[in-house]
Every structure is written in structure tokens, then in C-alpha cells.
């Protein structure tokens, strides 16, 4: 049985999605605040972490990046009231690998747990060379190390990021719709009506502009994005 740490100070969140996950097979250990949540979180074993960012005691920023120092490998889904590009950012820079707005829809929190989940287990297959590495114009991703450099310069990218990149990177000069990269990237094969593409192809370009002079990744109106030189 899959485990879940829950670090949230509401009631009814906790509530409504310890039944849920409950209901769908998993063991759920619940915090209500940030230190027991850490303390939990650095002393037991856990296949997920959800945290709130507003929570008494130490706020689940801080929690992330504590535990990223002793963990790199357990997922972490951010929940919070707190939408805007520039939260979610702050968010992604402590350490977590996804986001999730409130209010939300427990079909779309049981989907990128699924996902999550996905991604961190370990794959027994063996490393492979050349297959694995991708180019693109000053851009090279290794799909086996797990790095990304332009122009010489590492991009330190989240899992989230790198999968999103290497489906670009996979179709290169192809637009790609954002169902196709919900579908591919967080295992969802139904639009979520939130702008989650959007803020993580905002945030891919900003770590990639860094490095180079022209923007690779660029926008279709009315379509969707591709990865293309001018």
C-alpha cells in the first residue's frame, strides 16, 4: 500500500482528501502544521508528500526545501489558495515537482498523485548512451543523467520540467496542444481548465533564455507551443 504524508492545517481539506485517498488504496498519515510535518517527513518513509504553504508553526516552503536537503527523490505536490505565476515559481524554486490550486477537484489530485508517483519509481532497465542524449540547435538533454546544458552551462531543471522539455525535445519543429502535454507530461488525458502548461512552458523558457540568445520554445496562438529556431 502506497503512503502519504498530508501536511494540512484545514479540517475539511483533510478530511475530504484522506477519504479519498482512502477510498482509492492509499495510507494516509496527516500533520497539521509544519513542524510535526517535517519531523514526519525526515523519520518515516513516505511515497508522496502533499503540503500546504500556509501552515502554522513553519510554513511548507520552508518545509520543502528541509526536506530536499536530507531527500531528493520523494515526490511533493504543493496545495495552495495561492495561484498567481509568481507563487507558483517560488514553489517550484523550494523544491516541489508539482502544484495544485485550491479549490480543486479530487479527480484532478488523484491524477497527479498517480503520475508523481510514476515518475519517482526507480527503472530497472540498463543505461543506455547515445539513444538517450537529444540535440537541438545550442540545446543538449540526456535523458539517462538526467541533465540538460545549453551552450556549455547546466540548466538545473524539477522532474516536471525535464519531462516537459524532453517531449519537446523528443518532437522537435511539431506543435504540441496543451491536452497533448497534460496527456504526456502529468498522465491527465482531459483538459483541467487550470493554466498549469502554461506556467511551467513560462518557467522552462525563463531557465533556457538564460543561457542562449533566441527563445526555442515559442508559442501558436490558438494552438498550442513548439520547439523551433527562428
Same mark, same amino acid.
Given at each position: 500500500m502506497k503512503k502519504i504524508l498530508l501536511v494540512e492545517?484545514? =479540517?475539511?481539506? $483533510?478530511? #475530504?482528501?484522506?477519504?479519498? /485517498? =482512502?477510498?482509492?488504496? !492509499?495510507?494516509?498519515?496527516?500533520?497539521? @502544521?509544519? =513542524?510535526?510535518?517535517?519531523q514526519l517527513a525526515l523519520n518515516s518513509q513516505f511515497d508522496l508528500i502533499i503540503l500546504d504553504i500556509m501552515l502554522p508553526s &513553519? *510554513?511548507?516552503?520552508?518545509? $520543502?526545501?528541509? &526536506?530536499?536537503?536530507?531527500?531528493?527523490?520523494?515526490?511533493? /505536490? !504543493?496545495?495552495?489558495?495561492?495561484?498567481?505565476?509568481? *507563487?507558483?515559481?517560488?514553489g517550484l524554486d523550494s523544491g516541489a515537482d508539482d502544484y495544485l490550486i485550491k479549490p480543486f477537484k479530487f479527480i484532478e489530485l488523484l491524477a497527479r498523485i498517480k503520475t508523481l508517483m510514476r515518475r519517482g519509481g526507480k527503472s530497472e532497465e540498463p543505461e543506455t548512451a547515445s539513444s538517450?542524449?537529444?540535440? #537541438?540547435?545550442? /540545446? %543538449?538533454? *540526456?535523458?539517462?543523467?538526467?541533465?540538460?546544458?545549453?551552450n556549455e552551462h547546466e540548466i538545473s531543471l524539477t522532474s516536471t520540467e525535464f519531462r516537459l522539455l524532453l517531449m519537446f525535445m523528443k518532437n522537435p519543429r511539431k506543435v504540441l496542444s496543451r491536452v497533448d502535454m497534460l496527456h504526456e507530461v502529468w498522465g491527465?488525458? #482531459?483538459? +483541467?481548465? =487550470?493554466?498549469? %502548461?502554461?506556467?511551467y512552458v513560462n518557467y522552462l523558457r525563463k531557465k533556457m533564455d538564460k543561457?542562449? @540568445?533566441?527563445? /526555442? &520554445?515559442?508559442?501558436?496562438?490558438? +494552438?498550442?507551443? %513548439?520547439?523551433?529556431?527562428y
Open positions: 492545517d484545514d =479540517t475539511r481539506v $483533510c478530511s #475530504f482528501i484522506n477519504k479519498g /485517498l =482512502t477510498e482509492n488504496g !492509499f495510507e494516509v498519515t496527516i500533520a497539521m @502544521d509544519g =513542524t510535526l510535518g517535517l &513553519i *510554513n511548507g516552503l520552508e518545509v $520543502c526545501k528541509q &526536506i530536499r536537503l536530507q531527500k531528493s527523490d520523494v515526490p511533493i /505536490l !504543493f496545495l495552495t489558495a495561492m495561484g498567481s505565476t509568481e *507563487n507558483v515559481v517560488i538517450d542524449i537529444y540535440r #537541438f540547435a545550442d /540545446l %543538449v538533454l *540526456n535523458d539517462t543523467e538526467k541533465t540538460v546544458h545549453r491527465v488525458n #482531459f483538459d +483541467m481548465g =487550470t493554466n498549469v %502548461v502554461d506556467v543561457y542562449g @540568445d533566441q527563445k /526555442l &520554445i515559442q508559442t501558436v496562438i490558438g +494552438m498550442g507551443y %513548439v520547439l523551433k529556431e
